[in-house]
């Protein structure tokens, strides 16, 4: 059992509110759709709120997003937010990329933290870091009827998060304190993200397996 990695409620909401934000940015490209604001809303606040309850649930624990008024309120005001001022926070796309890239490490830390302090193994509570930090892009896309990107070519949201719980469980068994650990792997997941993005890192495409020639008979 691990100390759990602790941050401010104001940092956890700021997470959940950038995850909102970003969900409803997402859905409101879709102008064939047709949402109204409650389906924006909806989905941002299941972008937001996605990592977080999987790895709750995962854990068999109440979902933090349902401990507090807080979550609920800031979640759904970013979401609105985020779907109303959609040209203005678009052209910001370097920012959005950041903060997004610190989110994923946050919530990836404190996945991983919280399962190795409810008594998870190394690679279960690996796993449990990863789906925290990308969990919500998945809801986003399943709420929206389109393949899961996190299967597809592009951005390296889940290599970020793996790389980071990995370090951040070689730094625990090495005596590493928590709060240092998980500081790094939130830096060592914003890095990876960042560069990604940067450098149109990706992971090779599968290819199409070609048929072999049929070899007529004689």
């Known amino acids: 059992m691990i100390a759990l990695f602790v941050i401010p409620l104001w940092a956890d909401l700021l997470a959940v509110g950038i995850g909102a934000a970003q969900g409803a940015l997402f859905a409101a490209q879709f102008r064939d759709r047709r949402l109204d604001l409650l389906g924006v809303a909806i989905i941002g606040i299941a972008t937001g709120f996605g990592g977080g309850i999987l790895r709750d649930v995962l854990l068999s624990q109440v979902p933090a997003a349902l401990t507090s008024n807080w979550y609920l309120i800031v979640a759904t005001a970013a979401a609105l ?4 001022l959609e040209r203005l926070i678009s052209r910001l796309g370097p920012l959005v990329t950041v903060l997004d890239a610190l989110t994923i490490g946050l919530f990836a830390a404190i996945g991983t933290t919280k399962a190795l302090a409810a008594g998870l193994p190394i690679v279960p509570a690996i796993f449990v ?3 925290s930090a990308v969990g ?19 951005s390296l949201y889940a290599i970020a998060a793996f790389a980071g719980t990995i370090l951040l469980v070689v730094l ?31 992971l090779p495409e599968q290819k199409a397996i070609e048929k072999l020639p049929r070899i007529r008979r004689r």
């Open 129 to 131: 870091g990863v789906i």
């Open 136 to 154: 919500g892009s998945i809801m986003r896309d399943l709420l929206l009827n389109r393949p899961i990107a996190l299967m597809h070519v592009g």
């Open 172 to 202: 625990l068994a090495g005596g590493i304190p928590v709060f240092i650990a998980a500081a790094i792997c939130v830096a060592v997941t914003f890095g990876v993200r960042v560069l990604a993005v940067l450098f149109n890192w990706t």
């Open 81 to 84: 937010i985020g779907m109303l």
